[in-house]
């Protein structure tokens, strides 16, 4: 199976892409203008990439779980994907992602750091649910 995973951002939406659910790699973050526009671009990427199935970060558990699904399908709705929407906790992996950077590069807000915690979402999310 073939997964995108989307960091929904309100600036930027990070993506990452794995063909085999093994190997995880970060794509070219989505500028956002508006929503129509994003959801047009996440679109083409999972097409591009044909994509079985979409992973979305949102924060589980406390009160804000729920009004982030509903706009994560809100969304989802607007990309029009057919496939399966997973959902995956997306706790800190921003703060994991600026920490794999570190020392790398000079941190510019280029959708890399998104990118990557869409990266940490998928791997996350495959390591969930790979069988023994």
Known sequence: ?????IDLGL?????????DAKMVTPLDAVERKNRNQAAGDVKKVIEEWDA?????????GGSSEDEM????????????????VFYQDES?????????????MRYKRDG?????????????????VKQP
């Open 92 to 104: 800190n992996t921003s703060v994991e992602a600026e920490e794999m950077m570190k020392g790398q």
């Open 69 to 84: 699904r509903r706009r994560v399908a809100h969304f989802m709705n607007l990309v029009d994907f057919k496939g399966e």
């Open 11 to 19: 600036k930027r939406i990070g993506l990452a892409y794995s063909p």
């Open 112 to 128: 890399r750091v998104d990118s990557i915690s869409a990266m940490i979402i998928l791997e996350r999310f495959l390591r969930a």
């Open 1 to 5: 199976m073939k997964y995108i995973a």
């Open 52 to 60: 079985d199935a979409v992973v979305v970060g949102i924060p589980m």
